[in-house]
T-cell receptor
Framework: RKEVEQDPGPFNVPEGATVAFNCTYS??????FFWYRQDCRKEPKLLMS???SGNEDGRFTAQLNRASQYISLLIRDSKLSDSATYLC???????????FGSGTRLLVRP | GAVVSQHPSRVICKSGTSVKIECRSL??????MFWYRQFPKQSLMLMAT?????????EQGVEKDKFLINHASLTLSTLTVTSAHPEDSSFYIC?????????????FGEGSWLTVV
């Protein structure tokens, strides 16, 4: 079983749509949680950290359910520029190691 | 803000040769750097954790004699792929742990594309 699992997609949505991505992780001792965005042939870039209380950054909302070991990302009012691969990432606090999911590809069409 | 620079961004080498990739933290000291590898349409896979002044810690299945990591200073870590083969062709990315004043943050380099022919 992979440590971090995601639906690979692709999710093909029209501009303005709302889209949700889910992720599960296997290590219950994980301490930090993130969503990264990766554009084709580029390095990953931090989109947002994820907290148990849930957090929002503009059109992006992230949720963490520690009991279910489940992380989600909601994107509202999708833009063409949101097209990318979204990586669910889990961190070990003691070592700062990051474990990446395989990513979910999003395609936003006009 | 903090920047991590990788060099070269792209490299083509012949099978059997060695290639070195550098990872530099430009305006902060990085006590820990991480090296990842990403094959097409796959996730980033952690190869090793590099601590300044000590030997790198390799993940299971990563050959330490093939992927030599040196972290000689607080701003530089290098990854050398020795006796490269076509199956080593991949996207190699480093990241560095730095303190941005509000806690430790991970910063990624731009990545290095290695093609072995």
């Amino acid at each position: 079983r992979k440590e971090v699992e995601q639906d690979p997609g692709p999710f093909n949505v029209p501009e303005g749509a709302t889209v949700a991505f889910n992720c599960t992780y296997s290590n219950s001792a994980s301490q930090s949680f993130f969503w990264y965005r990766q554009d084709c042939r580029k390095e990953p870039k931090l989109l947002m950290s994820v907290y148990s209380s849930g957090n929002e950054d503009g059109r992006f909302t992230a949720q963490l359910n520690r009991a279910s070991q489940y992380i989600s990302l909601l994107i509202r009012d999708s833009k063409l520029s949101d097209s990318a691969t979204y990586l669910c990432v889990v961190g070990e606090r003691s070592s700062y190691k990051l474990i990446f999911g395989s990513g979910t590809r999003l395609l936003v069409r006009p | 803000g903090a920047v991590v620079s990788q060099h070269p961004s792209r490299v083509i080498c012949k099978s059997g040769t060695s290639v070195k990739i550098e990872c530099r933290s430009l305006d902060f000291q990085a006590t820990t750097m991480f090296w990842y590898r990403q094959f097409p349409k796959q996730s980033l896979m952690l190869m090793a954790t590099s601590n300044e002044g000590s030997k790198a810690t390799y993940e299971q299945g990563v050959e330490k004699d093939k992927f030599l990591i040196n972290h000689a200073s607080l701003t530089l870590s290098t990854l050398t792929v020795t006796s490269a083969h076509p199956e080593d062709s991949s996207f190699y990315i480093c990241s560095a742990r730095g303190d941005n004043g509000s806690g430790n943050t991970i910063y990624f380099g731009e990545g290095s594309w290695l093609t072995v022919v």
